[in-house]
């Protein structure tokens, strides 16, 4: 198999026979999980020419993550305002993207996940030619408005991807039923749980007083993080009236709320759970201080999909809130359990996991299906195959074995 990037045949100035490959991402969720990917090509100077290019769908999120990791863009493109539509945001990065991508010529451009970013750079790639590699690839709901917009973003990706890196055998699953061919797949595992490994410590250190004061007290920590645009509304209004009813009726129960940005989110927590005892309202800490908080929660509520996958990793349970996952072997290993997004099932759902000691064992203590922290490494391997610079095609991960 070979995808001729940057072959002898094709080389281009300035790089040699190194595959230029240039990495970009948006969003805070995006550069965690791609960074371990940065630092292993980064690593491979003698294979790979690599560059970042950062749109910043979000902005100060992302910075921490990049100043966290080390990854220093050699683009940003500073997209981020305020209450951006998605219309506003996939041109934009559409247009930016247009002139890096001219002057490069990379022989491969990496995507991830399901923003509007990886949906944009990846058209972007098409309309020049480039090839295309999806990290994190074949995830679906099988809804197309859960989650809005991320399951269609992720399908209109796949149609013009060229090297699909699926975390899990499922996801390959999927691809191979709309047609992606078997040679253009890759099972690498999650690389999310590549950048866990590289954070979570038993002697950390956090940066805010405050969390490190509240994980001394003796009640159970619940975190909570919602923030999925199809939540908004109501959704978000059960959650924190379930929350609060939960906490008003036990007395062993703290709440840890992250209130993101967003007005949907932040006006109606404060509305609802300002000023109510053992309810904690807090701004969306650093990826390190997250990460090692959610290692020593109790368990979480939330609508996230990267926390499905994190959290397994860690011991700690998920109740999802939503009615439907594109994570189907979270499920199946028994790790998360959705609750669906009205009052009644939430809160219902929140106090069987308080009341239910056998379950909540059971969830705690079953194996993560999502990787086993060398994804990026699997990935690199990938496409040096892709390119004929290995002979043998990198062995698949496999969850179970």
């Not at 908004?232 to 129960?253: E, N, P, Y």
Request: include cysteine; glycine fraction near 6%.
């Amino acid at each position: 198999m070979g995808l001729a990037l940057g072959t002898k045949g094709d080389l281009k100035p300035g790089r040699g026979n190194r595959i230029l490959v240039l990495s970009i991402f948006g969003t805070r969720p995006e550069a965690i999980k791609m960074a371990p990917v940065v630092k292993e090509l980064e690593s491979r100077s003698d294979f790979f020419l690599h560059k970042t290019v950062v749109t910043a769908q979000h902005r100060e999120m992302l910075d921490q993550v990049l100043e966290h990791f080390g990854i220093v863009p050699a683009y940003d493109l500073n997209l981020m305002t305020p209450r951006q539509s998605l219309t506003d945001t996939c041109t934009r990065v559409l247009v930016g993207l247009e002139g890096i991508l001219k002057s490069e010529r990379p022989d491969l451009i990496l995507v991830h996940g399901d923003t509007i970013t990886t949906f944009a750079a990846a058209l972007a790639g098409f309309f020049q030619k480039t090839k295309v590699g999806h990290v994190e690839a074949g995830l679906r709901s099988g809804k197309k408005y859960e989650p809005f917009p991320e399951e269609m973003n992720r399908r209109l990706t796949a149609a013009v991807t060229d090297l699909h890196f699926a975390p899990t055998p499922t996801a390959k699953k999927n691809l191979l039923m709309e047609g992606i061919k078997e040679e253009d797949i890759f099972v690498t595992g999650n690389t999310v749980i590549d950048a866990l490994y590289r954070t979570v410590s038993d002697g950390y250190t956090f940066s805010s007083a405050e969390i490190a004061r509240l994980l001394h007290e003796k009640e159970r920590l619940i975190l909570v993080d919602v923030h999925r645009r199809e939540n908004f509304g109501q959704t978000v209004r059960d959650v924190c009236r379930a929350v609060k009813d939960v906490v008003l009726s036990r007395d062993d129960v703290r709440i840890l709320f992250s209130v993101h940005k967003n007005p949907e989110i932040s006006t109606v927590a404060h509305e609802i759970l300002s000023g109510v005892e053992r309810i904690h309202l807090f701004s969306p800490l650093s990826y390190p201080d997250w990460s090692n908080l959610l290692a020593r929660a109790y368990f979480v509520v939330t609508d996230s999909g990267g926390i499905q996958e994190e959290a397994p990793a860690l011991g700690t349970p998920v109740l999802v809130v939503r009615n439907a996952t594109e994570r189907p072997e979270a499920l199946l290993a028994c790790t998360v359990m959705l609750i669906g997004t009205s009052y009644e099932r939430i809160r219902s759902g929140i106090e069987r996991l308080l009341d239910d000691d056998r379950l909540y064992r059971k969830m705690a203590c079953s194996k993560n299906p999502y990787g086993d922290g060398h994804a990026a490494e699997r990935i690199a391997e990938a496409i040096l195959y892709a390119t004929g610079r290995r002979t043998e095609r990198p062995p698949a991960y496999e969850p179970f074995s």
